[in-house]
């Protein structure tokens, strides 16, 4: 296991505790539904207990006649609410109450608000209806769904990527791989909880919710209940687990807000478990279709990507990732193909690296399917098809350390004694294989702004209302105002998650330390100017008449090249005032001048990294030993090891972090996650942390990260290269070529289960 506290490399941040770590381990971190309010009532939604078909009638009668139940909103009470619009803020378009046409398994039906939640769990309970229920679609595999091409009926995917002539290169390809993969529904289940508490005072709307998108909240709530966004204020002060789930914002939200302003006191609705698997967004299903032709000496001469995704009747929910998997290597000839599934579920949504986890799964399986065609090891094989420049039009990679990756996993692993033999190693009782797979995931950006204060005493704040989802982005948005302004992190004080404070980016995408720290880095250099200029302005002093370029703020005071100094206080002296404060507004290369105006409306402007004048991508190479007991095919993963490349690290300790939870999230989804649909009713089957497997400790012996020291000074000010949702990416694959391996079986349909290897 690496160390939790890695020492620092090259172009890499101190591994600084979090900031916050006290408050959470104390219990005193306030997460939305904490937040004490006087006279809280609270809410429990009732939910449809049929995917497909409408409700005849609602029994409302037996709940409302519970003691303490205060009201129940259903059909015919929320027509004053406008629909949510589909889009980053919202995640579906479906406005539950407004309509009792059943789109989807445990669709709200209605909400009960009641003194207590005792009170409103029992009055919920005792909510019927009838329905009239019709035969519904409910997977990739059903009857009767609705495929339509994802170019030209989505918003994300408007291109798949193609070059040269694919058919005719695959067609006369020595070595080819034609072969089908699939990946399964899963299910958000952060620590945290769902809810929304709404609060209102003088027609103004306080909402404490959970979110990666504070104004994205703001703008949706606001539209939805037709109010000025102005009198809207959304307070997320930390997020226990977002993942995506807590992107976009759930028809809930407004219905609990219309609640609490009918009953003219604050309303709360914390989520169970189970009716987090119908009211909010999944992962959902894909199927691929994957061709590879190659030389006999390995190289890559064509490559075909055709996949299939599930969504909903109502949105063309998309996440089209051959956008990472055709530019990944150095193809010859490139196809592809994205297609949605219509059926009847609700709308899928972000889940960690949406559109990486499933596309890559497909083709970096069938790599190791062509390397044993060819007789070749699975890391030369992407060794000799790695490229600095995008296959379909040529643009060259910022910075590309693919290769080193693998050098430097491989080592630490101990690839090298691997026999390629499929079942050829064992120890005991135990099949033994190793596997590997590439790791890839788009460097993106967005503007963002932030408030910054200085004051004579060396202590600093930091403002913008970005999300700490568990990243860390706090403590190393303070490292960097730390840095910029040469004063130690604990003089720092960092505020997020308030819409408050001036707006940051959604936090998803990976984009958040690379959106925010470079907007620090703004704030930072304005406030330095100031400073300087009355350092060198003054008719006196150490620095009086020398060039601000040869200053710098460090150690709590300004120094010039030859030492001269002056300390923050005579500076603040010579400035004559006990304080600055600065605004700052970061637009990254590439984005519209009106990118920081936008936030303000809730929309942010992520410029992605396979769309950019050169591709800006982070990489990595990852390690995986599988043990599976000879009798009872039992499956354990007693090693991971993942060495990665992403610019520069802001904090080893938080970054490791990230990157190892990737890592175990991959080798969920390759061993444990799927929820299981009924064909017969389209509803979820195994709905609550029971029977929806996820891994825990005892699943996870050993987790090694290396981060590899990269440079890169062209992906945005900061240098950085997001990382959150790098490490989960290349796993998946990674585990069913181990298993591949070990057993000689591929199995190409995730998750991979004893039961899959009973003949094995
Ligand atoms: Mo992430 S799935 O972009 O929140």
């Known amino acids: 296991m690496s160390a939790a506290v890695p020492p620092p490399r090259e172009n890499q941040g101190q591994p600084a505790a979090r900031i916050d770590a006290r408050l959470k381990v104390t219990g005193e971190a306030r997460y939305a539904a904490d937040t004490p309010l006087p006279n809280l009532a609270h809410a429990v939604m009732v939910t449809s207990d049929i995917a497909c078909g409408s409700v005849t009638a609602i029994h409302l009668d037996a709940a409302k006649a519970v003691p303490g139940v205060l009201a129940v909103l259903s059909y015919g009470d929320v027509d004053q609410l406008k629909k949510p619009k589909f889009g980053n803020a919202s995640f579906t378009s479906l406005a539950p109450l407004h309509e009792k046409k059943i789109w989807h398994d445990g669709q709200i039906m209605a909400l009960v608000v009641a003194d207590t939640f005792e009170a409103a769990q029992e009055a919920a309970d005792k909510v019927t209806a009838d329905y009239e229920e019709e035969k ?11 495929t339509i091409p994802a170019k030209g009926n989505t918003e994300k995917h408007k ?7 694919f058919d005719a290169a695959f067609r006369d390809a020595p070595v080819t791989v034609d072969a089908r993969y699939s990946t399964p529904t899963q299910h958000h289940n952060p620590i945290e909880l769902f809810s929304t508490t709404a609060a209102w005072a003088d027609g103004k709307l306080t909402v404490y919710e959970p979110s990666q998108n504070v104004y994205g909240f703001r703008e949706q709530i606001a539209d939805q209940l037709k109010m000025d966004p ?8 930390f997020t226990g687990g977002g ?8 028809p809930r939200t407004a219905i609990v807000a219309l609640a609490a302003k009918r009953l003219n006191r604050p309303v709360r609705c914390v989520v169970t478990r189970m009716q987090g698997f119908t009211t909010v967004s999944y992962r959902a299903p894909t199927r691929h279709h994957i061709r590879l032709g190659a030389t006999q000496d390995g190289r890559i001469t064509a490559f075909g990507h055709e996949g299939w995704e599930l969504t909903s009747r109502v949105d063309n929910y998309v996440v089209g990732g ?11 000839a490139v196809w592809s193909k994205v297609s949605i599934v219509k059926a009847d579920r609700q709308t899928p949504g972000y889940m960690r690296s949406p559109p990486e986890v499933p596309y890559m799964f497909a083709l970096e399986m069938a790599l190791d399917e062509l390397a044993e065609k060819l007789g070749m090891d699975p890391v030369e094989l992407r060794r000799i098809n790695d490229t600095m420049k995008d296959p379909i039009d040529g643009k060259p990679f910022t910075t590309r350390s693919l290769t080193q990756c693998f ?6 692993f101990g690839w090298a004694s691997r026999d390629p033999k499929p079942g050829s190693m064992r120890d005991g009782d135990w099949l033994v294989g190793y596997g590997c797979a590439t790791t890839i995931y788009p460097t993106n950006v967005a503007p963002a702004t932030v408030r910054m204060r200085l004051t004579a005493d060396g202590k600093v704040r930091v403002q913008t209302a970005s999300h700490e989802i568990g990243t860390g982005v706090r ?7 730390a840095e910029q302004l040469g004063v130690d992190l604990a003089a720092v004080q960092v505020e997020m998650g308030d819409t408050e404070l001036p707006p940051a980016p959604v936090s998803g995408g990976s984009n958040s330390t690379a959106s925010v720290c470079s907007a620090v880095m703004q704030g930072a250099r304005q406030i330095r100017e100031k400073l300087f200029r009355a350092a060198v302005g003054s008719n006196s002093g150490p620095l009086a008449g020398r060039n601000p370029d040869e200053l710098e703020m460090r150690d709590g005071g300004i120094v010039a090249r030859d030492g001269a100094s002056l300390k923050l206080k005579e500076a603040f002296d010579q400035l004559g005032a006990g304080v600055v404060e600065e605004y700052a507004e970061f637009i990254p290369e590439g984005a519209p001048p009106e990118g920081a105006r936008k936030l303000y409306q809730g929309e942010s402007t992520l410029i992605d990294g396979s769309k950019r004048k050169k591709l800006q991508f982070a990489f990595g190479a990852e390690f995986v030993e599988v043990r599976i007991h000879a009798r009872t095919r039992e499956i354990r993963v007693p090693r991971m090891v993942g060495a990665f490349a992403a610019g520069r690290i802001m904090n080893p300790r938080t970054a490791r972090s990230q990157l190892m939870g990737g890592l175990i999230w991959g080798m969920s989804a390759a061993l444990l996650e799927a929820t299981e649909v009924d064909e017969r009713n389209a509803r979820y089957v195994n709905r609550d942390l029971a029977e929806y497997l996820v891994p825990v400790c005892a699943d996870a012996q050993q987790v090694e990260v290396i981060m590899l020291p990269e440079v890169d000074t062209e992906v945005n000010p900061a240098g950085v290269k997001g990382l959150g949702e790098l490490g989960n990416v290349g796993t998946n694959a990674a585990v069913a070529n181990a298993v591949y391996h070990a057993t000689g079986r591929r199995i190409r349909e995730l998750p991979i289960r004893m039961e899959n290897l009973l003949d094995a």
């Open 322 to 332: 051959t956008d990472a998997t055709t530019r990944l290597y150095g193809y010859g």
């Open 407 to 412: 050098e430097a996993a491989a080592k630490s």
């Open 243 to 250: 993942f995506g789930s807590k992107g976009p914002m759930t």
């Open 475 to 481: 403590t190393v948005a303070g490292q960097m105002a």
């Open 136 to 146: 519904p679609s409910a997977s990739l595999i059903s009857a009767d769904t609705e």
């Open 159 to 165: 291109e798949d990527p193609a070059v040269g002539d």
């Open 230 to 237: 102005a009198d809207v204020r959304v307070v997320s002060l």
